[in-house]
Every structure is written in C-alpha cells, then in structure tokens.
C-alpha cells in the first residue's frame, strides 16, 4: 500500500493529537491548597495559663480567743477604717433559758472586742452567724481591693523562661481591652497539682503588679493570663501551619511559578499561629499552609 | 437432514459471525452485569438477615449510668419485649505493642459459661473465655485481623486506673459489632478499635459494677411497638441515668451497614437494570437492522409461499443465535463474578456466614428480557418486510428521494469533496436511522462516562474531607467533661503544635414530627484544624448563636435556616431549649450538627467544658506525645484521622472502586459492540451502493473514507451526546445513592471526559479497521451480482 | 398429478372488456398434436376484471395498470410482450399474488385473489406458483442445489431437485454458491426452482434476458416442456418478439394496458427460434 504525502500527514497530525490528548488527561491536575504570606509582622510567645487576682497585703482576721462570738454585722464590701470594731467573742457565754431564736440583746461587758488592724475593705466574712469559733478560726479578711496582684501558676519547665519585669497581659473574655501588668515575681518553690485531665504537675507561682489600677476587679477574680516570654515588632514571620518536619529541621513549600517548591528554612521563636523565619524565605514568599502528602518538590499547585 | 431454511440460518450466522459476536459480547455485558450485581446485593441481604437472626441481634439498646441487676426483671416484663440482656460496657485505653499511639477498648460482659445469648458471639478461632481465669478476653475479628492477633496473645489495658494484661482467648464477631466503630469516627479504624469480650464476673469486679449493669440490649416480640418499649425502657432507666434507648436503625454499625447496604442497592439493582436495558435497546437496534438487509430475501420466501410464521420462526432463529451465546456466557460469568463479589464482600462486612444464591427468577428475568427484546428487534423487521406485498419487497429499495436538502440549501455543497457530499446526503435521508445509530452510541458511552465518573465522586471526598475538613494529627476524647483548662494542657505539651478543642452532646433534634439523634458538636469559632468544609470547598464558620445542620439533616428535619430546632439533650441535666437554623452545610460525610462551643455550653448550664480536642503534633514529638496520652487518667481513646483515610480507601474506596472497574470493563466492551454493529450494518446495508461506486472509478480508498467517514461522523457525534446521557446517569445515581453517612457530589474531571472520548474513539478505529478489511477485499462482481 | 383439460367452452376478451363466446376459426389455434375441438374445452384459469395498479416511488405516481382485462387460460403458455415499463411485470406479480391491484378483480379457479387475505395468499402461492423473477434473487448463502430444495421442502409433489437442475442443464454446478455462478447460470437455477415444484401456474419475467442464444434455448424448452407435460398454465415476459413465436397467445401490453392479443397458429419450438 503507497502511502503518499498526503496521508503521511495526516497521520502525523493524528498521532500528534492524539498525543496532545493522553497528556492532557494524565499530566497531573493542579493540586489545590491553602496559601499564606511570609511577612514582616509583630510577634510574641506567650506562656498563657489560667490565674486569679488577689489583695496584696490581705489581713485574715482570726479569733483572739475561744468562745461564743456574736452575729458579725458587716458584709462584704463595707468599707472600714482601722481600728473598726469587728466582731466581739464572748469566752464565758451564760447558759441561755430563753429560747434560742431570740437574739442576745445584752452585751456582754466580758467579751473580748476585736478591732480591724488596718482599713480597708472587707473581703470576706467567713460565717455570719453567731456562733463558737476556736482561737485562731478565720472571721473575716481585710484588703484594699485596689491594691490587687495577679497570680498564676504555671508549669516550671516554662517558669524557667519567665523574668521578673516581663509583661503580662490580663484578659477576661468579657473585656474589650487588655490590661498590662508585669512580673514582680517568679516563686521558688514549686507545688505539686493534678491537671485537668488528671496528671501531677510541677506547678510554680508568678505574681505579678498590674500597671495601672483596675477598679473592676475584685478579689479573687479569675483571669486569662499570658505572660510575654518574647516580643518583637517586626520580624519576618510565616504562619505555623506551613511547617512539617523534615528529619531534625523543618521545611515549607513555597509557590514558585504554580509549583510547589521544597525549602528548607530556619526559625527562631515559635507560636501556635506564627513562627519567626531566621533563613530559608524572603519577605512576600507564598507558602503552602497544611501541606498534605500529595505534595513533593515540582507538584504543581492552585492556590485556593 | 436439515431443510433448506435451516441451512440457510446456519450459513447466515457463520457469515455473520462478526456482528453476531459483537452482539453477543454486549449481550453478555449486560446479562453479566445484571446477574452478578443483582445476586450480591440479593444474596448479601439474605446473609445479613440470615446473621441477625442466628445470632440474634438486638431490636433496642439502652446505656445507663448504673442500674441495680434487678431492674432487669422489670424491663423484661415490659409488653413487647421478648428477651433482656444486661451488660457491663466500658471504654478503656488499651497498650498495643508496636503502636506508639493509644489504642481504645470497649469492653462488653459476656456470661461466664457459654449459652445463647442476645448479640451472640460466632468463634472464629480459639476459645470461650475461662471463667476461673480474670484475664481472658474475646476480641473482635477485625481487630485481631488487623493487628495480627492469635488467641494466646497478650493485650495491656488500664482498667479503672490500672494496667492489667488481657490474653486473648478467642476472636469472635458479633452482629451487634459488623462495623467495629466507636461513637465520633466516620469509619472503622480497625487498629486502633475493639471489642473486648469479658465475662461479667471479671468485668464487674473492676469497674466496680457488682451487682449493677450500665448497658442493656433486647429484642422485641413480634407485633411490639418499638417506640413503645423504648419509651418504657427509657422510664426506667431514667433514675439511674439512662442516656436514651434506641432502635436498631441507631445503633452505629446497623446503620453503617445500612448505609452500605443503600449503596449496594444503587448499584444492585439500578445499575444492572440500566445495563440491561441500553443492552435491549442495542440488540433490538442491531437485529432489526440485520433482518432488513434480508428484506429481498425474505420476499423471495414469501414469494415462494414460506408462510409469515415460518419467516418469522426463521429470523426468531437467527435472532436467538446472536443472543443466547452472549446470553449463556454472561450468565456464566454474572454467577462466577456474583459469587465472587459476594464472597468478597461478605469477608468485608466479617459476616461468619455466607449464603450465595442466584434467584431463579433473577434468572429467568435476563432470560426473558434478552430474548424478548432480540425477538423484537428481530420480528420488528421481519413484520416491516411481510407487510409488504412481495413484489414490493423484493424490489430495490428505491433511491432514496433527492431533494435539495439543508445542505443544498445552505450552498454548501461545492464546499465538500464529493465523498462528504455524499456522506451527508445520505445521512440526512436516513435521518431515523442515523439517530438511533446516534442513540445506540450515546446510550454505550453515557455507561462508560458514569463508570469513570464514580473514580471522580472518590477522589473528591478524599480531597474534600481528609484535606481540606479535617487536618489534625489526632483526635483526642476524654472520659468525662474537662475544664477549658485541659485545652491549654494539651497546648503545653512539648511536640503538640496546635489544638482546637470540641464539646459532643447527644442530642436528640426535633422539629414537628421529625426527629433525629445525633451528636451534637460545639467547636471553636474559627478552627483550623478541624473544620466545616461543603462539597465545593467552601468552609463555614458556626455563628455565635444558632445551630449548623449538614444539609441532609436539615432535609431529614424538614428545617430551613431561620426555622427554630428543639433541642432534647441526653445526658446531664437533660435541658431543652429551641434554637434557630442558622446556617446549612452541603456536607460530604454525616449528617451534621453544629454550635459554637460556648453556646452549647450555655444551653447545657455548664461552665466552659470540653470533651475532647484536636491536636497538631509535630512528628518529631510524636512518639512522646503518645506516650503521655497513653498515660492521661482523662485520656478515654486517641482518633487518627489518617487512619481513618486508610479505611475510608480500603473500605469504601476499595467496594466503589472494584463495582467501578467492572462497569468500566463492561461498558468499553459494550461500546465496543455497538459501534463495530454500527458500522457493520451499515457495510451490508450499502455494500452495494458502495460496490457500484467502486464500479464508477471511485478508489478503494475513496469508498472507504464514505463509509468511514459515516462512522466517524456518527460516533463522533455520539460522545457528546454521551456526556448529556452520562450527567443525566450520574446525577440520577447520585440522588439514589445518598446515604446517611456520605454523599457523592456530582463533579466531572477533565479526565472523564477524555477517556470516554477515547474509549469510544478507539473502539470507532478498531471497528473501522476491521471493517476497511472487509470493504478491501468486497469482491465488485460478486457483490454487485448477489445483492447482498 | 397430471392435468387434462376438460372440455368447456372457451371464453375471449377482445380488449374491451366484454365477454363474449369464442368466436370462429380466426382464432383457433394450430398446434401440431391438438385437435382444434380442443380449444373450445380450454378454461380460463384466470380471469381478470378491471385492475389498475398505481405505485408511489418515493415522490412519483407510477400508473403501471390502467383497467386492464384479460382471461388466462388453463394450460396455456402466454407470452406477454411489450416495451419497458408497460407494465408487464406488474400484471405478471398480480397474477401472482405477489401484488394487489389497485382497483379491480382477479379470480384463479375458485380462488378470489383480491379479497383474499395475506396468508391466503402466501398460500396459493405456495401450493400453486412458480415463478421465475427477472433479478434471479437467490439465497446467496444457499447452494444452487438448496435453493432448489428450498422451495421443494414445501411442495406437495414436487420433482427431485437434481432432477430440475438437470433439465436445466446445470448438474454438475448443483454444490455452488450464486456468487461462483454466472448471471445465466443463476438464471438456470431460478428456473430450477420454479419448475421443481410441478407448479400449477408458472410465471416467468424476462428468463432468458441475461442469456446468451443456447443457454437462453435451453431455458425455454425446460418452460416449454412444464407447460406441456404438465399442464401448467405458464406466462413468460419478453421484450423478445422471436420467442413469442412459441406461445399459445401473444399478448402486446402498453402503458398499462392490453393492446393487442394474438394467438400462434403453430407453436414453434424452443430450438427452432432463431434471435
């Protein structure tokens, strides 16, 4: 069978066409993925935990004696100067024949008086109610409300990243801005707890001073505490979730030209959302977040 | 001797043994299909009915906090209720050599001396447990298959805060456990999950349970109101903290086998219908086209005073020749691949029993479809050519009426070479005929294009829910409700790089007269872990107030956003409260319910509790983190999502998957006979046409492109309208086949549409060849003499 | 089963379309072993009133009969002659059964074709016709032999088929396919199988068109001899005037109508016709 020129190119041109059409079913379909931005951004590492405030310099106010101490008429929040009478114990109460729901109406000259050793305000009144208490039961504690400090514990493997002077940041979920305040201490000793989820910790105390007064706090009060381990204004920054480990260091994907391009970078200080880029990347890079297994070196990638 | 009638049948098959095997392979597709398909699905309801009933699975089961054991003569004489077995059920963690990662455990009592008993255990290997030994345990089938456990070997749990070794003393599977699934996973994850089969002695003793049970199964007598008796159950549980009883279509693995089971289904019985139908409609094309290049013959006979039956009986012969060799062979096939399949899938599901039956009317059905539709297609012709006087029949069909046509009209016709012209006339004077060529092409490669389309539907769950929805490295949930605090915790362990945390309730969800128990789950506003991903990758975030439902849920509620959805909790103080539709999702897996976490825990009067997070762990770490989750009082079990990709592929990327190259298979062979009939057909049909133009001076090559380029035209016009057929299949499947548990969303890859082109191109060039051979070697004078 | 003519009174049509009682010598017929009484016992087997035919060939309106009108008698052989598209083969598959007229009557003996249904039909021609088409149309996957027996598998007492084709002269073809025959051979084989089946009526359309003079002579004396030994009423198509010259009556057709009938005064033979 002759085959002329004629046909000689069509098939060429067949052949060709059908080549363009198997390639263009099994070259790879772009890999979809999620894209962030290497910029130059502030960053921080926190320690967060749980903390409360308390008075500093509270006074607990305890029992001189034994004996029957009357009705406290005080409540919390009443303000008192020093030297307020607080409460009366009386150590030789008669036998009552009257019945018992009526009040004690005489006082008794015997009874020991106790006087508040401070001004202040009154925090809390341990039990109301007349009633014996032994020498040195707690009656009520004293403070100055606005002279509040934070406490909160954290594991000691972090205490040990956290200085006396570090900023802490104070938030309640209510609040619409933080509060500062700064360590003033890092406690020694370290207690022994059971988390959350049942495991023994090494826990140790930060105290620390809140900048300015906060007239909305109270004693006690729960707070989100995050203590500044490390600041920056501006450093070269990558979202976490590009990172995936490679052997002992970490590595990116990096969008070159609608490929996924493997780099290996350096980081410095890490947070759940950002980590600080030392080498590796420069500012305006894309990286692929979340890189899934589809992915290697030359992939190529669409950016979602 | 055989009369001159049959010897001309047999002549006629042997010379028209092309068509005929073209014929009988799409015969033998679709019977094959049919027949296969249709006897797993049947035969695997029957088996399953078959195990309920043997080994008695249960009509309704109960979870409590602690019920005393003699609250269970009280639930037994609940009307309705014809069996009560109690149970001690318990969730440990469980230490398996070679896993890094916490494995979990569900402990279930079992009596100490082996008697028939509800949710009954099938032995496959080893032994009942020993009742004078504490330690012995059954496990699961598909736990020990996947961990490679033998009886003798040793397993490590923490039991009620202390490691104790279990060794194995048998595997069993039990109705009540087809699917190895615990609450939470969307699939099994046989490694990490099982059932540990203990006697109840044993099991009390260490949880502290003498006496009392936590768990409870019945069944129900014949007429009980199921509802009824859950209500009753319910009323007596309730002082002791009964979480809510529930029927078998709750009961996890019931439903997951259900849920395959609807799957089946689409492709047990619709799929092979459709099969077989395209394969009626292709062999009553082909045969009524192969009886009408006999049309002069037939006259003759007629002529000569063969009588309308005897013709008919003739064609009905010839008809039945061309069928039932396909028709034997893929029944033939349609029971091998059936009993395979079956086999296959009953080792899937771990039923112990397989019953592999082929109806007889299954049988019976293809035989009579088949046959029916070759004997009309066959007779339709044969009628056509009787009809006629036989003078009339016996002419030449007349030329065909030449009028100027759209062609002419469109004074296109000096455009075209003459053989085009020629094409194109002759196609638009047989307009009737061309279609259904058209038709019969379209209707193989809209087959083919639902086969590959499924290959799609896969890949894009996978893309959606295991790349783009769920991205944590683990899945932690804790034995009881933590406080916010936990999330930090989890946060300070080195190796973990991030966590989300989550809260499930078991809710049950009602608006009017429907109702839905679900789990519900608060999550974080703005997750990037774990998050809420449609099928168009578009993500949602839970408003502050307000419930997210999957788009089926709602449907199933019959609740459109802005509509208000009563919420009956479960467990704790057991509030409910309303709360607004705020959003719906076009999920691809489950069926859905979200709030914010802080809103759920609202509603429950609850502080900011969790049950459970998802961690980021960095894989250096991993080994350590592991190590400590282990280790975690709090800690009940660890999920991996990758895991569960692993299953997700095995499982039902691996049934989808082996269903899908069979239609795939199937369809290529029946495209492959349709378009070789096509054009087969059309040779006989023109062969004289086509030899008087040789006669002319037209070339070989000449007269090969006319009726190739007939063929090519007419297939190329029939892949695109295979694509409309195909979306058209696809979507109808597609609304069959959703389940609860996932969804096929209907997206097409380039891909697709490529291969079907090729598919049906390459069968088009196949065909052609073989076809150009024939028309190579048509001998002129002798075509031109016999009229054939 | 042999036929004898019975003796009758012979009926003729002048083309008019009027019965009339046969008239005087002018159209007795001399036939070297026939008594001229004879004749006047000859029946019409046929008889035929009125028939037009009208085809639609696509788009176009064929009249191929116009109220035509014609008696055939039993035994005879007639020659139907007359150009192309005269309409000749229409009235010949008319006769046959192969056709309906369109308006108009046909009677064979007893028998009233145009009421008579489809199978009615099929069978008259299975128990009484032969014919003998102009495109031969064999059964191409069928030996010649076959095609022969084909037709004598539904015959009441038909001939051996060897024996047909031996009259044909194409006995040692019998095993061969329609494609490895001649178009004269073909025609052999298709007159075979007409005359296997000691037809009643034996219709022929253009049997020697496509034969050359000895084949064509062979063709005719085996029609020749059916009608004669047979008794079979036969009408043979030709535009041939020569081969007329055998036939009992000559009957000229145009445009769909009967022009003229002629009776032979001898019956030549079918070896001595010269064309």
Redesign the interface.
């Known amino acids: 069978m002759q085959i002329g020129r004629k046909r000689l190119i069509y098939i060429g041109a067949a052949i060709v066409a059908l080549g363009l059409l198997l390639w263009s079913v099994f070259r790879e379909s772009p890999v979809s993925v999620e894209a962030g931005v290497v910029k130059r951004s502030p960053m921080a590492v926190t320690i967060d935990a749980e903390g409360r405030t308390r008075v500093r310099d509270k006074v607990t106010v305890t029992a001189p004696i034994s004996g029957l101490m009357a009705r406290i008429r005080l409540t919390e929040g009443d303000n008192i100067v020093r030297n307020f009478p607080l409460a009366e114990i009386d150590p030789n109460p008669p036998i009552q024949r009257t019945t018992p729901t009526e009040p004690r109406s005489m006082p008794n000259p015997y009874a020991a008086k106790v006087f508040a050793p401070i001004g202040g305000k009154v925090l809390r009144v341990f039990d109301k109610s007349e009633r014996f208490v032994a020498a040195g039961a707690p009656i009520l504690e004293l403070g100055n409300p606005e002279n509040i400090e934070i406490v909160v514990d954290i594991l000691s493997t972090d205490a040990v990243m956290v200085r006396p002077g570090a900023v802490m940041v104070i938030q309640n979920e209510h609040e619409v801005s933080p509060i500062r305040a700064h360590v003033r201490l890092v406690e020694s000793q370290a207690i022994t707890k059971v988390s959350a989820l049942g495991v023994e910790e090494q826990r140790v105390n930060v105290i620390g001073d809140l900048d300015s007064k906060y007239s909305h706090y109270g004693d006690n009060f729960r707070v989100d505490v995050r203590i500044m381990v490390w600041e920056a204004d501006e450093v070269l920054t990558i979202p976490s979730s590009a990172l995936f480990r490679s052997g002992e260091n970490w590595d990116v994907f990096v969008i070159e030209k609608g490929k996924a391009r493997r780099r290996s970078v350096t980081i410095g200080h890490q947070n759940p959302e950002s980590t600080e880029v030392l080498g590796g990347l420069s500012e305006g890079d894309t990286v692929i977040l979340f890189p899934s297994s589809q992915l290697s070196d030359g992939t190529k990638v669409e950016a979602r | 001797m055989l009369?001159?009638?049959n010897?001309?049948l047999l002549?006629?098959i042997l010379?028209l043994r092309g068509q005929i095997i073209a014929t009988a392979l799409v015969v033998a597709c679709g019977v094959a299909s049919f027949v296969s398909m249709q006897s797993t699905y049947d035969s695997l309801l029957i088996t399953q009915q078959d195990y309920y009933a043997e080994y008695r699975f249960g009509d309704v089961f109960a979870h409590a906090k602690r019920a005393p054991e003699n609250l269970r003569a009280s639930i037994e004489r609940i009307p309705g209720v014809a069996s009560v077995q109690t149970r001690i059920v318990s969730e440990v963690v469980l230490d398996l050599p070679g896993l890094r990662e916490p494995v979990q455990g569900r402990i279930v009592s079992i009596p100490e001396h082996r008697s028939p008993m509800l949710n009954d255990l099938h032995l496959l290997r080893g032994r009942y447990v020993d009742p004078r030994n504490s330690r012995e345990i059954i496990v699961s089938g598909a736990f020990a298959d996947a961990n490679g456990f033998d009886p003798g070997d040793s397993i490590d749990a923490i039991i009620n805060g202390r490691w104790r070794r279990l060794t194995i003393a048998g595997v069993a599977l039990s109705p009540e456990y087809i699917y190895e699934i615990r609450g939470g996973d969307i699939f099994p994850d046989n490694k990490r999950f099982g059932i540990l089969w203990m006697d109840r002695t044993s099991v009390a003793a260490a949880f502290d349970m003498e006496g009392a049970f936590n768990d409870l199964s019945l069944t129900l007598a014949p007429g009980a109101s199921e509802q009824q008796v859950i209500d009753e159950v319910d009323r007596a549980l309730e002082a002791f903290g009964g979480t809510g009883a529930y029927g078998r279509s709750d009961q996890l693995s019931f439903r997951f086998l259900v849920n395959e089971f609807a799957q089946l289904r689409s492709f047990g019985i619709v799929l092979p219908l459709i099969f077989l139908g395209v394969t009626a409609f292709l062999l009553h094309l082909v045969l009524s086209r192969l009886v009408n290049t006999q049309r002069?013959?037939v006259?003759?006979?007629?002529?000569?005073?063969?009588?309308?039956f005897?013709i008919g009986s003739h064609y009905l012969g010839l008809a039945a020749a061309a069928v039932s060799g396909g028709l034997l062979l893929g029944m033939l096939l349609g029971v091998w691949m059936g009993s395979w399949m079956t086999t296959m899938y009953a080792d899937y599901f771990h039923f112990p029993l397989l019953n592999f039956s082929v109806g007889f009317p299954l049988i019976v059905y293809s035989i009579l479809i088949t046959l029916a539709s070759a004997a009309a297609g066959a007779m339709s012709a044969v009628r056509n050519a009787?009809r006629l006087?036989?003078?009339?029949a016996?002419r030449p069909e007349?030329?065909?009426?030449f009028q100027a046509g759209l062609l002419e009209r469109l004074q296109m016709t000096r455009v075209l070479p003459s053989s085009a012209r020629i094409i194109f006339r002759n196609l638009s004077r047989h307009p009737v005929k061309a279609t259904l060529a058209v038709l019969g092409i379209s209707l193989a490669s809209a087959l083919l294009f639902t086969g590959f389309y499924f290959f799609d539907a896969i890949d894009r769950i996978v893309e959606v829910q295991f790349r783009q929805a769920i991205r944590e490295d683990a899945v932690v949930a804790f034995n009881s409700l933590r406080p916010q605090s936990a999330r930090r915790e989890l946060a300070e362990m080195e190796g973990v790089r991030s966590v989300e945390t989550f809260r499930a309730v078991p809710v049950r969800l009602r608006s009017e007269n429907h109702s839905k128990r679900v789990a519900l789950m608060g999550t974080e506003r703005n997750p990037d872990l774990h998050r809420i991903v449609d099928e168009r990758s578009q993500v949602f975030t839970v408003p502050p107030g307000g419930i997210v439902l999957s788009d089926a849920l709602a449907d199933t509620l019959g609740v459109a956003i802005g509509d208000q959805v009563t919420i009956d909790v479960l467990e704790g103080a057991r509030p409910t409260a309303k709360v607004e539709l705020a959003a719906t999702v076009d999920e691809l897996m489950g069926m859905n319910a979200y709030m914010h976490i802080r809103a759920l825990n609202r509603l429950m009067n609850e502080d900011d509790v969790i049950s459970g997070a998802y961690l980021e762990i960095d894989p250096k770490y991993s080994d350590v983190v592991y190590a400590k989750l282990k280790r975690m009082p709090a800690v009940a079990g660890v999920g991996l999502p990758g895991a569960m990709l692993e299953t997700f592929n095995e499982t039902f990327g691996k049934t989808i998957g082996q269903f899908t190259s069979i239609l795939v298979l199937f369809s290529s062979a029946i495209v492959f006979g349709v378009v070789y009939n096509a054009a087969r057909i059309a040779l006989s049909e023109r062969g004289r046409e086509l030899a008087s133009l040789r006669v002319l001076g037209f070339t070989k090559g000449e007269v090969t492109r006319i009726l190739l380029g007939e063929h090519a035209f007419l297939t190329a016009l029939g892949i695109p309208i295979g694509f409309a057929v195909g979306f058209f299949l696809c979507a109808t499947m597609n609304n069959l086949m959703d389940t609860e548990l996932l969804r096929l969303p209907l997206v097409f890859s380039q891909k697709t549409f490529v291969l079907t082109a090729l598919f049906v191109a390459l069968a088009a060039v196949v065909s052609g060849l073989l076809i150009m051979r024939r028309l190579r070697r048509l001998?002129l004078i002798?075509v031109l003499?016999?009229?054939? | 089963m042999k036929r004898t003519r019975p003796a009758t009174v012979p009926e003729t049509n002048d083309g008019a379309g009027l019965i009339k009682p046969a008239g005087g010598p002018e159209h007795i017929v001399g036939r070297p072993e026939s008594e001229p009484q004879i004749l006047n016992s000859m029946q019409a087997i046929f008889r035929i009133r009125g028939i037009s035919k009208v085809y639609r060939?696509?788009?176009v309106e064929v009249h191929a009969l116009r109220s035509l009108d014609l008696d055939l008698y039993e035994g005879e052989l007639a020659v139907l002659l007359g150009p192309s598209g005269s309409g000749k083969s229409t009235l010949l598959?008319i006769i046959?059964g192969?056709?309906?007229p369109t308006s108009g009557e046909v009677h064979y003996a007893d028998h009233d074709l145009t009421r008579a249904t489809?199978?009615e039909l099929?069978?008259?021609?299975?128990?009484h016709?032969g014919?003998v088409?102009q495109?031969y149309?064999?059964?191409?996957?069928?030996t010649a032999l076959?095609?022969v027996?084909?037709?004598t598998?539904?015959s009441e007492n038909p001939m051996k088929a060897e024996e047909a084709l031996e009259i044909v002269g194409l006995s040692e073809r019998m095993d061969h396919f329609?494609?490895q025959l001649s178009?004269g051979e073909?025609q052999r084989v298709a007159i075979a199988?007409a005359i296997a089946k000691r037809p009643d009526v034996l219709l022929c359309d253009e049997p020697t068109g496509a034969l050359d003079v000895e084949t064509g002579k062979i063709v005719l004396a085996a029609i020749e001899r059916v009608n004669r030994e047979l008794g079979t009423t036969t009408a043979v198509i030709t535009h041939n005037v020569s081969i007329a010259r055998m036939a009992d009556r000559v009957i000229h057709i145009g445009s769909g109508q009967i022009v003229s009938i002629e009776r032979n005064e001898t019956k030549a033979r079918p070896a001595d016709l010269v064309w």
Do not use: C
């Open positions: 009369s001159s009638l010897k001309k002549r006629d010379h002069e013959q006259g003759l006979l007629k002529a000569f005073g063969y009588t309308n005897e009787v006087p036989a003078a009339e016996m007349p030329p065909a009426s001998d002798a003499k016999t009229r054939e | 060939m696509g788009d598959n046959g192969l056709d309906v489809d199978s099929t069978q008259y021609r299975r128990d016709v014919f088409f495109f149309n064999l059964i191409p996957s069928l076959e095609n027996e084909l037709i598998e539904v329609p494609a178009g073909q199988r």
